[in-house]
């Protein structure tokens, strides 16, 4: 079985069987406040699905805000490291895109937009699946501002997202498993740097 967390937008958690199947999920679509729910959310799926067998963690490695983010991919590597159990990053905007494809019935090249805040979106284009059933990349992430979307779409079908499928982004990790792809690495999609800076040397005084 393959648990999966992403709080790239709000925060969700599900776990799918070797089969792709939904055993349990629970999210909730506040995109502030992840850390005061996961724990709970998490507990829940895990009681829901009488869970014991997790042989793999997917992590949603965003795009997404910085604190937001990695709330979500540190209680993906805390279990997996409890667990001793291999974890598997996969950008968010591939559950979306799954989900557009296999719910939606969606074809042809279509844009993943997600909100950025201060204005701006994050963009990822595909274009169907690959043979071994995940979204196919066609133009990566970029960041944009909100006004400019639709003229660098140029005509593409855009989606707009405002939450993510956990069973989806657990089926993108478990397909890129099995093929032995590597959809992302160690490092989050951070939208931007943290507001937050350490501060430099303290001014001198003068007399």
Do not use: C, W
Request: charge should be negative; proline fraction near 6%.
């Amino acid at each position: 079985m393959i648990l999966a967390v992403d709080t790239s937008l709000g925060t969700a958690v599900a776990l799918i069987d070797a089969d792709g199947r939904l055993r349990a999920e629970a999210a909730t679509a506040d995109p502030l406040g992840h850390a005061e729910v996961i724990g709970d959310l998490l507990q829940n799926v895990l009681d829901e699905a009488d869970a014991g067998d997790i042989t793999h963690v997917v992590a949603g490695m965003g795009p997404g805000p910085f604190t937001g983010l990695r709330i979500g991919i540190a209680a993906a590597r805390a279990f997996a490291l409890g667990r001793a159990i291999p974890i598997i990053p996969v950008p968010s905007h591939f559950a979306a895109a799954l989900t557009a494809i296999d719910t939606d019935a969606v074809t042809g090249a279509f844009a993943i937009i997600t909100d950025a805040r201060r204005r701006e979106v994050a963009i990822t284009v595909f274009d169907g699946k690959d043979d071994d059933g995940i979204p196919r990349v066609v133009a990566e992430t970029i960041l944009l501002p909100r006004i400019d979307a639709e003229t660098h779409l140029a005509g593409i079908r855009r989606i707009d997202v405002d939450a993510l499928s956990a069973a989806d982004l657990a089926r993108v990790g478990a397909n890129a498993n099995a093929a032995g792809r590597a959809l992302a690495d160690a490092e989050p999609l951070y939208l931007r740097a943290p507001d937050v800076k350490l501060p430099g040397a303290p001014k001198r005084v003068g007399s």
